[in-house]
């Protein structure tokens, strides 16, 4: 079954400075790999997606991520950290294979230093 | 427009009570899904709708029924529900299914308390 793991469960960074969260899966083919973001209390919002093609796909807010079949990593990056950041980010991942199910990561809560 | 919208945003209910939540998408997507989401943690997939048809399960209690009246309408019918129910219920939609077109927008929650 597939599996997705974001190590870090808590980050924390000051503002202005540059962030990556990492996301490595566990899965034969290429997943179809998704960030979402979640605000405390609120619904989640799909910030990028991977299908196939160009390995760095850019998202919305500032956001991109880069898909490395070797690593079987799709890590999260920004290069200049806002205090609206501070939230909860998740990976997640998609297979091809009709019966398996969308996986979220355990997630990792950014947090932000003025 | 990618709008899930989901009502009530917060619902108490005693553990004999019965109650619904709602949640509707104006997107055409043909698969909406219901996830459970406790504190400090991922959502979990409960229920997925696709072509208005119950495809997946996810070995949900009998307390929880789903209903799918309309392409753009999912309902969750909640029935003697216990106090560990208490969650943040999201719906969520995509396009389809499969392929490229696989991406699912969500709703804002509904936060149920059982008491």
């Known amino acids: 079954a597939q599996s997705v793991t974001q190590p870090d469960i808590h980050i924390t960074v000051s503002e202005g400075a540059s962030l990556e969260l990492r996301c490595n899966y566990s899965y034969g083919a290429t997943p179809y790999l998704f960030w979402y973001v979640q605000s405390p209390g609120q619904g989640l919002q799909l910030l990028l997606k991977?299908?196939?093609?160009?390995?760095l796909v850019q998202g919305i807010k500032g956001f991109e991520a880069e898909f490395k079949r070797s690593q079987s990593s799709f890590n999260l990056r920004k290069p200049s950290v806002h205090w609206s950041d501070a939230a909860e980010y998740f990976c997640a991942v998609d297979s091809d294979n009709y019966g398996q199910n969308f996986v979220f990561g355990p997630g990792t809560r950014l947090s932000v230093l003025p | 427009d990618t709008e899930v919208t989901q009502t009530p945003k917060h619902l108490v209910m005693g553990m004999t009570n019965k109650k619904s939540l709602k949640c509707e998408q104006h997107?055409?997507?043909?698969?909406m899904y219901w996830y459970k989401q406790k504190a400090k943690k991922p959502p979990e997939l409960m229920f997925v709708?696709?072509?208005?048809?119950?495809?997946i399960n996810e070995s949900v209690p009998s307390r929880f029924s789903p209903e799918c009246p309309n392409s753009s309408l999912l309902n969750l019918h909640l029935h003697a529900l216990q106090p560990e129910d208490s969650a943040l219920y999201l719906c969520?939609?995509?396009?389809?299914?499969?392929?490229?077109?696989?991406?699912?927008?969500f709703g804002p929650g509904t936060r149920l308390t059982v008491t």
């Open positions: 991977y299908f196939s093609g160009d390995t």
């Open positions: 997107m055409g997507h043909r698969a």
């Open positions: 709708y696709s072509y208005e048809k119950l495809s």
């Open positions: 969520a939609s995509s396009q389809d299914r499969a392929g490229s077109r696989r991406e699912q927008y």
